[in-house]
């Protein structure tokens, strides 16, 4: 208390309310991956995640797509053929891609140039490492990694879940990566390769099947469009675009627009991490992100029946689940999966859940920050129970949480003989036990039909 020694009218302000819980983001991707450049004025930005909020401060930042390179036959018709091109770094595309489907901010972790790159499985375990000393990110995606090797691919992704076991505040987003042979020998390739040191560390990610063909363009340039004429001698006759753009308007026209009808394919988790923002800020991070469409997606590159996704969904063996996404007749391309890697787990097997924990977690974590150095005592677990009730009473009014009533979707313990004892308060340990009855989605909808007698 202050002590008053000139007489005189003193105003004091007596603080009635508690301190509130501010919500931490939920959908701040991290793309990991090559790009053009990697530059702000004279700062080089490698290895540095760096926040950016939209496509164009991307392109600022790191430039644009590499050029695509097209190989175009020609006949005395016109055009016999274009090559498909391969595109060798994608994350431009993936922005793109996750920008369409109603993504916000996230970062770019650069980890090296087109010009100099030789996608290298280090290069990723450096920028993954680099991404652990940021604290705001909450979704990891490895990007350019799925054109490495698969096992060192899937190896990142092991890195990827053992950062989120570490710091919890954050999901990893795993592509699964394509097989010729069947949809079932992908999942069993993933499942193989994908090994975890803990069993604990699959509830931190999820998986996605298969590739999409997306609606969007190549990027391209005159140059790199190489024109070949078959029937006469290729050093007389190899030419580009822009050798012909003013002596050849006509071919020089019909190759840009058939170029224009080729579309990029792309792993999903980009798509996806899209959808995980969209849902995040209309619905909430406890819906589901699933039974959603993809913008700027044509279709799968494969098509999954309910067998094949029966194998995808559910694992006995290994309980790594993987999201299938599917294509549906009037609704477009649907996400029709959510859930984690810890397929087998009744605790963490749905996507939802686990996010909405980290989301309660960390929010809770740093809202009560300010009771580190405070009196151990009955004031100040009052003012924290407050907090934390008050916190999850709003979750559970937005329908966040199971339960008809309060004390039906939380509980919230902390004193002598609750939470702790007073060894505890000798030691300097103020322990609060938090229960949450988070909300499930609806997998599986069973509508069961039965005849009913006619009635006289």
């Known amino acids: 208390m202050v002590t008053y020694k000139t007489p005189n009218v003193y105003v004091e302000e007596i603080s009635t309310f508690p301190p509130s819980v501010a919500e931490v983001s939920t959908a701040i991707p991290a ?11 004279s700062e080089d930005l490698t290895n540095q995640p760096t926040r950016i909020s939209s496509l164009l401060e991307y392109e600022t930042l790191f430039g644009k797509a590499e050029s ?3 190989e175009v036959t020609t006949n005395k018709d016109g055009i016999d053929n274009i090559s498909s091109p391969t595109v060798k770094y ?4 993936a922005l793109r891609l996750y920008f369409d489907n109603g993504g916000g ?20 375990e450096t920028g993954l490492a680099a991404l652990e000393k940021e604290d705001e990110p909450t979704l990891i995606l490895l990007t350019d990694a799925v054109n490495l090797s698969g096992s060192d691919y899937y190896g990142l992704c092991q890195k990827a879940l053992e950062q989120c076991k570490k710091l919890k505040d954050r999901f990893t987003l795993v592509d699964v990566l394509p097989n010729q042979t069947s949809t079932k020998q992908a999942g069993d390739n993933f499942r193989s390769n994908l090994q975890v040191s803990e069993v604990d560390y699959l509830k931190y990610g999820a998986a996605y099947y298969p590739y999409l063909q997306t609606a969007l363009n190549y990027y391209y340039t005159d140059n790199s469009v190489i024109i070949k004429a078959p029937e006469k001698a290729a050093s007389d006759t190899d030419s580009n675009l822009l050798n012909i753009k003013t002596t050849n308007t006509d071919l020089y026209n019909k190759i840009q627009t058939e170029i224009t009808k080729k579309r990029v394919v792309l792993p999903p988790s980009a798509a996806v991490a899209g959808v995980y923002a969209r849902v995040d800020r209309d619905r909430g991070v406890w819906k589901a992100p699933a039974n959603v469409s993809l913008a700027s997606v044509l279709a799968p590159t494969v098509k999954i029946s309910n067998e094949e996704q029966d194998d995808l969904n559910v694992d006995p063996n290994a309980g790594k689940s993987i999201n299938a996404i599917r294509s549906f007749t009037g609704k477009g391309t649907l996400i029709w999966g959510a859930r984690t890697l810890a397929g087998n787990d009744n605790e963490w097997r749905y996507i939802p859940v686990r996010r909405l924990f980290n989301l ?16 151990n005592n009955p004031i100040t677990w009052l003012k924290v129970k407050s907090l934390i009730d008050s916190y999850l009473e709003g979750l559970w009014r937005q329908g966040a949480l199971a339960g008809s009533t309060p004390e039906q979707a939380y509980f919230v313990n902390i004193g002598l003989g609750k939470s702790m004892t007073n060894q505890d308060v000798l030691e300097g340990r103020m322990i609060v036990e938090i229960g949450i009855a988070a909300v499930r989605p609806a997998e599986f909808i069973i509508l069961k039909f039965s005849h009913k007698l006619q009635e006289l």
């Open 90 to 93: 994608l994350l431009y595309y």
């Open 68 to 70: 695509t390179n097209f």
């Open 31 to 41: 793309f990991i991956g090559y790009t053009e450049k990697a530059q702000r004025g």
């Open 105 to 124: 901010s996230c970062y770019i972790v650069s980890v090296g140039k087109y010009s100099t790159a030789d996608k290298r499985k280090a290069d990723f």
């Open 360 to 375: 309660i977690e960390e929010s809770i974590q740093k809202a009560t920050a300010f009771v580190v150095f405070e009196s």
